[in-house]
């Protein structure tokens, strides 16, 4: 006979909500947290979630914050590594190779890596990018030994990522001058 009185499995119901405060709490700080951290700068779905379970929150919270993130279009991947790629080849450039290791590092995957990588190839040529490194840097060896000066041109160019083909270019290049 039912009665004045709630059942035992609606005073679960009742109850649910208040238990579940906390994780609403959570989610709603790991929110503010990934906002945080997408404000001072772009970041891949990796780095964010890397970031967010530093900081101490479970997985189903970085889950559900990651989700809603890549939902609104916040957090993007291809995006990011266009960006990535752009931000580096105005700020310090580099060649692919580092290109491919950075974006690699911070979980973009590969097919994403090549896209970012192909359209920076139709703006930018690496042999001229490099070129331009390179003569800056030998003007700047001018007082040591001419193939001491070349030596470290190659080692510097390989070490920024360009192509073996494209450094050996510049290298004959420059010993021609």
């Known amino acids: ?50 970031r967010l379970g530093m900081k101490g929150y479970g997985t189903e919270v970085v889950e559900a914050i ?13 995006k990011f590594a266009r ?8 700020s ?19 097919p994403l890596i090549e896209a970012a990588l192909e359209e920076k190839a139709a703006n930018y040529d690496e042999y001229k990018v490099a ?10 060896l001018k007082k040591i030994d001419r193939k001491k000066a070349l030596k470290r041109i190659y080692d510097f160019l390989w070490r920024r990522g360009f192509a073996q083909d494209t450094v050996q270019r510049i290298i004959d ?3 021609r001058t």
Not at 83 to 90: A, D, I, K, Q, Y
Not at 92 to 110: M, Y
Not at 131 to 140: D, N, P, Q
């Open 66 to 78: 990651v989700c809603e993130l890549k939902r609104s279009g916040e957090i993007d991947d291809g």
């Open 173 to 175: 290049e420059l010993v």
């Open 1 to 50: 006979m039912e009665g004045p009185f709630p059942k035992e499995a609606d005073l679960r119901r009742e109850v649910a909500p208040k238990e579940t405060d906390p994780l609403r709490k959570s989610l709603q700080k790991a929110k503010n947290n990934a906002y945080s951290l997408l404000r001072s700068r772009p970041r891949s779905e990796h780095e964010l979630r890397q």
């Open 92 to 110: 310090n450039p580099v060649g692919d190779i580092v290109l491919r290791d950075e974006l690699k590092a911070k979980g973009v995957s590969g």
């Open 131 to 140: 070129l331009h490194m390179a003569e800056e840097r030998f003007g700047r």
């Open 83 to 90: 960006l990535w790629v752009e931000s580096r080849m105005h």
